[in-house]
């Protein structure tokens, strides 16, 4: 690990934690229980604590979770609680009492009071967290990136995601507030890996934290988030991270562990990279859930669609599971075939193209008849993922 470059960032305190300027790195992880029910959101947030969260996120959302942050702030006083906001950044507010660190996303600082400037609403963030002594994450994802800079960048995703971290940092430096990190998250590996080297070219100063969305369920998952971070973590790039994996709420915890044992294998120089080819064949891309998640089958359907779809393990095919419309509609635009969810039913796609909204008991079904489609589509002719590309397709049969 090259801890000389790990030292360049700045010390950012959140809370009983320091990130950055060398200091050990920080694993965090986030509560997939709804904020709103706070009994099974204090358990979560206990059990990811004792596994070793140096933070724990919660989503918000309005203001009932707001009063429910303030219950479970009061009965785990101990643990480092972060917030992530989303669309909601004038909750900031009602939240930052609770809280050591506010994450926000730039691409989603535009759904709500249109005729406000952003600097203007990140200057209103800044104030809230200087009053309340929080740091600041500017949380760039790739599914949501500002869509004035996705359509200006084209096919760059990484330049569009490393550009709307350059602009925040640049008006947060502007107001003087430097308690900050970034994160640039994607759920491709090498996307991950390409945004944070141009980001961490452009601004060494500035801590990153890094993470793969939507790695989905170990031990897929814990390979896919490897091949993000792992090449970071040794170029000394990376001061605090997130294994996040679709995963049963009793089984969180295991985010913390995946995480801290990716940086012990890092130290000792146990590198996946080195070991072979990274993922090939079927690609299940799913979200880890959380409060947002718009029905609690959610879990249970991502397992079903990876049981299901097994006898497609070598088409080199990618499928999204997504459990609300926050990521949802840009994560399943990208891949063969997605699923997101709604409180009712599911939203079948293939590609940006919509199929059609289905119960949840006759989804899988029907994503069934779309993946056969598919194989025997690529079967007659090359095509690649999404239809765009020239990949060949491997020999994954079928039927089921
Ligand atoms: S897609 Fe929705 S439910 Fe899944 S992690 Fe993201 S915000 Fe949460």
Redesign the pocket.
């Known amino acids: 690990m090259d801890t000389a470059r790990r030292a360049q960032t700045r010390a950012v305190r959140a809370g009983t934690v320091i990130i950055g300027a060398g200091h050990p790195l920080v694993v965090q992880s986030m509560a997939a229980t709804r904020t709103r029910d706070p009994e099974a959101t204090i358990a979560q947030v206990r059990a990811l604590h004792e596994a070793g969260a140096g933070l724990v996120r919660l989503?918000v959302d309005s203001g009932g979770d707001c009063e429910a942050l303030a219950r479970i702030h009061e009965a785990l006083p101990q643990v480092n609680l972060t917030v992530d906001l989303?669309e909601s950044y004038q909750l900031a507010p009602q939240v930052a009492p609770h809280v050591v660190k506010i994450r926000y996303n730039p691409g989603h600082l535009h759904h709500h009071e249109k005729g406000r400037s952003t600097p203007d609403k990140v200057a209103g963030l800044v104030e809230v967290a200087t009053r309340h002594g929080c740091a600041l994450r500017i949380g760039v994802n790739c599914g949501s990136v500002d869509p004035a800079l996705a359509s200006r960048f084209g096919d760059d995703q990484a330049g569009a995601m490393v550009e709307s971290a350059v602009q925040h940092c640049r008006i947060l430096d502007d107001l003087g507030f430097h308690s900050y990190l970034v994160s640039l998250k994607g759920s491709c590996p090498e996307l991950v890996v390409a945004a944070n080297r141009r980001f961490a070219a452009l601004m060494p100063q500035v801590p990153l934290h890094l993470g793969l969305t939507e790695a989905g369920m170990p031990p897929e998952g814990i390979i896919k988030s490897r091949l993000a971070l792992e090449p970071l973590l040794a170029a000394g790039i990376g001061d605090t991270l997130r294994v996040s994996l679709t995963l049963p709420f009793d089984r969180k915890w295991e985010e913390v562990a995946a995480g801290r044992q990716i940086l012990d294998d890092v130290a000792a120089g146990r590198l996946l990279e080195a070991s072979g080819p990274g993922i090939r064949g079927l690609d299940i891309v799913s979200?880890?859930?959380?409060s947002?998640?718009e029905n609690s089958a959610f879990v249970d359907l991502a397992l079903k669609v990876r049981e299901t779809t097994a006898y497609a393990r070598l088409s080199d095919i990618t499928i999204a599971v997504?459990?609300?419309r926050?990521?949802?509609p840009g994560e399943t635009d990208r891949a063969d075939l997605g699923l997101w969810c709604a409180a009712d039913f599911v939203n079948l796609k293939r590609g940006t193209e919509q199929i059609g909204a289905f119960r949840y008991d006759e989804v899988i079904g029907r994503l069934l008849e779309e993946l056969d489609r598919l194989i025997e589509e690529r079967a007659r002719g090359p095509r690649g993922r999404n239809g765009t590309g020239g990949q060949a397709l491997p020999d994954g049969g079928g039927s089921r």
Do not use: D, K, L, Y
Request: with cysteine; proline share 7%; hydrophobic share 30%.
């Open positions: 989503a989303q979200c880890p859930s959380c947002r998640v997504m459990g609300c926050v990521n949802g």
